[in-house]
C-alpha cells in the first residue's frame, strides 16, 4: 500500500510540474493539495513543496534570463520585500490545524485565480518604472511572500494573476517575473524553515519527489502543450479548489 501511494505521488508531481513549468509556475499550491490529501506532517510538506518548486522554476528562470526576457528594474521592487517577508512567514510557529486552515484559503484563492481567464498588457500602455510604483509593487511583493511563506509556496500563482490584471507588462515579462519571485522566496522559505525541522523527515522519499519534478519541469520548460493552456488551467483549478474544500473541512472543527 505504501508503495502504492509512493508511485501515486511521483506521477502526481511529475505531471502537475510539467504544467505548471509550462506557464511559468513552480506548482507549490498542487503539490501542497495533493500532500494535504495523503495527510503528510504540516513541517515536510511545506519543505517538499518548496524544494520542488526551486527545482521546476529555476530552468524557467535560465531560460528567461538567457532569452533577456527578465527586466530587473521591475522586478527588483517585488522581491526586495518579499524575501525577507518570506522567510518570516516561514519562520512564524502556527498549530497544525491553523496551517492547514491558512492552506485551504490559500488553494481556494489560487484556485479562483487559475480559473479567471486575464490579458497582459500590450506593449504600448505597460506600467512605467516609477517611484510610487516602485513602492505599490514592493508592498505587493512583501505581502504574497509572506503568505507564501507560512504555506509553503513560491507565491507565483498569485502574483502573475495580480499583475494581469493591473496591465503591468506584455505576458512574457510577468511569466519570467513570476518565475523569478517563486525562486526567490521559495529559497527565502527553506531557510526560514531550517531554524525549526523534524528530526524524522523521509530524505529518500523527498529524494524522489525532486526527480519527478525535475524530470517534469525541464520537460514542461521546453516543450509546448498541445492542448489548450485555458483548459488545463480550469482543470487544475477545480481539483486545488476542491482539495482545498477538503482540507478546510478536516481542520476547521477542530480548529473550532
Not at 511559468?24 to 517538499?48: D, H, M, Q, T
Not at 518579499?82 to 490545524?97: F, K, N, T
Not at 499583475?163 to 513570476?178: C, E, P, V
Request: net charge positive; proline share 3%.
Amino acid at each position: 500500500m505504501m508503495a502504492m501511494q509512493h508511485s501515486e505521488l511521483l506521477i502526481f508531481f511529475l505531471v502537475i510540474s510539467f504544467v505548471y513549468a509550462s506557464v511559468g509556475f513552480g506548482g507549490g499550491s498542487s503539490y501542497l493539495a495533493v500532500l494535504a490529501l495523503y495527510a503528510f506532517p504540516f513541517k515536510e510538506l511545506r519543505l517538499i513543496a518548496l524544494i520542488c518548486n526551486i527545482i521546476v522554476v529555476t530552468g524557467g528562470v535560465y531560460i528567461y534570463v538567457k532569452s533577456d526576457q527578465v527586466n530587473w528594474k521591475k522586478v527588483i521592487p517585488f522581491v526586495l520585500l518579499s524575501i525577507p517577508m518570506a522567510y518570516l512567514g516561514a519562520v512564524m510557529r502556527i498549530s497544525e490545524d491553523t496551517f492547514f486552515i491558512i492552506l485551504g484559503c490559500s488553494l481556494i484563492i489560487a484556485a479562483v485565480l487559475l480559473w479567471i481567464k486575464t490579458n497582459a498588457a500590450r506593449a504600448s500602455n505597460i506600467q512605467k518604472v516609477q517611484k510610487n510604483v516602485f513602492l505599490k509593487n514592493g508592498i505587493l511583493g512583501g505581502s504574497i511572500g509572506f503568505l507564501s511563506g507560512i504555506v509553503g509556496i513560491g507565491g507565483g500563482i498569485f502574483l502573475s494573476p495580480v499583475l494581469n490584471l493591473m496591465k503591468w507588462d506584455i505576458s512574457k515579462t510577468i511569466a519570467a517575473t513570476a518565475s523569478v519571485f517563486i525562486l526567490v522566496n521559495s529559497v527565502s522559505g527553506i531557510a526560514g524553515q531550517l531554524t525549526a525541522l523534524p528530526a524524522n523527515i523521509n530524505h529518500t522519499r523527498i529524494i524522489l519527489l525532486c526527480l519527478a519534478v525535475f524530470i517534469g519541469g525541464q520537460a514542461g520548460s521546453r516543450l509546448a502543450i498541445k492542448f489548450n493552456p485555458v483548459v488545463i488551467r480550469r482543470v487544475t483549478a477545480v481539483l486545488v479548489f476542491c482539495a482545498g474544500v477538503e482540507v478546510l473541512f478536516k481542520h476547521v472543527p477542530s480548529f473550532l
